[in-house]
């Protein structure tokens, strides 16, 4: 059984866009979904589908990540296949256009799981990624207001982070994930990130750490969105996979998941699951989290995670 979820992001989503991101999430399940009817593997179709939302300055992630404190964009990806566990990941690359690719050759190419900063650089140049800016015009604009207000006192992002979301929505708008299911029966999750706005240059937030920000097993593969910190102190996408391993749906398993979050951390978060048998689920405690998926039988992408008096 084939299948393959994406989300766009777990947050407010103020300001909406929504059918335009509900299309490219439609159009990354189509192309990951492709790679698997053509016979490729559930990692494949996971790149495939990330590099779409990765190419879209809609998502915070690729072109249109977020940036720090420092007016940097330093982004983190990661890949994990559940038949191996094996793992590969990334975290404060800059001036890379697609992040999860350099994750899987992380995976591919390397005895590694995590490479970081420079030295994730080095290795992407070896490898062949060209320089690339992924800063658009648009993020540098709210870069430049945000840290205005920072400088004149008015929020300090991490010690009052609840806030400063409540009045910036757009601070949480767009990770982007994906997990798929192949013929084989071979699960991947992958995810992608700019992070946060205004983090601290070196920060690392969920999306690159196993467990926390993805997760895969020969049963089940998840992927989470939201803030970073919290989700990494739930171990968040491996909760949901053992949830799916105890016999639950993966809707249910999602659900559960993020009530642990609800009832631990208070953070906001979201999750997207599939299970051995191409059976997908997902949750969120927030205003909305854009998703879309595609299984065998279906002609179409459905999507959902949208406020209805959005659409
Ligand atoms: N979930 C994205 C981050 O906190 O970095």
Same mark, same amino acid.
């Given at each position: 059984?084939?299948?393959?979820?994406?989300?766009?992001?777990?947050?407010?989503?103020?300001?909406?866009?929504?059918?335009? +991101?509900?299309?490219?999430?439609?159009? $990354?399940?189509?192309?990951?979904?492709?790679?698997?009817? +053509?016979?490729?593997?559930?990692?494949?179709?996971?790149?495939?589908?990330?590099?779409?939302?990765?190419?879209?300055?809609?998502?915070?992630?690729?072109?249109?990540?977020?940036?720090?404190?420092?007016? @940097?964009?330093?982004?983190?990806?990661?890949?994990? @296949?559940?038949?191996?566990?094996?793992?590969?990941?990334?975290?404060?690359?800059?001036?890379? /256009?697609? &992040?999860?690719?350099?994750? =899987?050759?992380?995976?591919?190419?390397?005895?590694?799981?995590?490479?970081?900063?420079?030295?994730?650089?080095?290795?992407?140049?070896?490898?062949?990624?060209?320089?690339?800016?992924?800063?658009?015009?648009?993020?540098?604009?709210?870069?430049?207001?945000? /840290? /205005?207000?920072?400088?004149?006192?008015?929020?300090?992002?991490?010690?009052?982070?609840?806030?400063?979301?409540?009045?910036?929505?757009?601070?949480?708008?767009?990770?982007?994930?994906?997990? $798929?299911?192949?013929?084989?029966?071979?699960?991947?999750?992958?995810?992608?990130?700019?992070?946060?706005?205004?983090?601290?240059?070196? @920060?690392?937030?969920?999306?690159?750490?196993?467990?926390?920000?993805?997760?895969?097993?020969?049963?089940?593969?998840?992927?989470?969105?939201?803030?970073?910190?919290?989700?990494?102190?739930?171990?968040?996408?491996?909760?949901?996979?053992?949830?799916?391993?105890?016999? =639950?749906?993966?809707? +249910?398993?999602?659900?559960?998941?993020?009530?642990?979050?609800?009832?631990?951390?208070?953070?906001?978060?979201?999750?997207?699951?599939?299970?051995?048998?191409?059976?997908?689920?997902?949750?969120?405690?927030?205003?909305?989290?854009?998703?879309?998926?595609? /299984?065998?039988?279906?002609?179409?992408?459905?999507?959902?995670?949208? &406020?209805?008096?959005?659409?």
């Amino acid at each position: 059984m084939k299948a393959i979820i994406v989300h766009g992001g777990a947050g407010r989503h103020r300001g909406g866009r929504f059918r335009e +991101k509900l299309d490219v999430l439609r159009e $990354a399940a189509s192309r990951g979904f492709e790679t698997l009817k +053509k016979g490729g593997d559930s990692v494949r179709a996971c790149e495939e589908a990330i590099k779409c939302l990765e190419d879209s300055p809609l998502f915070n992630a690729g072109t249109g990540s977020v940036l720090t404190l420092d007016g @940097r964009c330093e982004m983190d990806a990661s890949i994990m @296949r559940g038949d191996t566990y094996e793992i590969g990941a990334v975290a404060g690359v800059e001036r890379v /256009k697609n &992040p999860i690719s350099l994750a =899987i050759k992380v995976m591919e190419e390397t005895d590694h799981v995590l490479l970081m900063g420079e030295g994730a650089m080095k290795f992407a140049r070896l490898m062949g990624f060209e320089e690339y800016d992924p800063i658009t015009e648009e993020r540098r604009r709210q870069w430049e207001e945000l /840290k /205005k207000e920072f400088l004149e006192g008015k929020e300090t992002p991490w010690n009052r982070i609840r806030s400063l979301i409540k009045r910036y929505p757009e601070l949480l708008a767009g990770t982007v994930g994906c997990v $798929a299911i192949d013929d084989r029966g071979v699960i991947a999750a992958g995810s992608s990130t700019g992070g946060v706005f205004l983090k601290l240059f070196g @920060r690392v937030g969920d999306t690159p750490i196993p467990g926390a920000g993805i997760y895969a097993t020969p049963h089940a593969g998840a992927t989470a969105t939201g803030i970073g910190e919290g989700i990494i102190r739930t171990g968040l996408s491996r909760t949901a996979c053992s949830f799916i391993r105890s016999g =639950i749906s993966p809707m +249910k398993a999602a659900e559960a998941a993020i009530d642990l979050v609800d009832n631990t951390v208070k953070t906001s978060a979201g999750v997207i699951a599939i299970d051995a048998q191409g059976n997908v689920g997902f949750a969120y405690n927030t205003r909305a989290m854009p998703i879309a998926f595609m /299984k065998d039988g279906m002609d179409s992408p459905e999507t959902g995670g949208v &406020p209805p008096d959005e659409m």
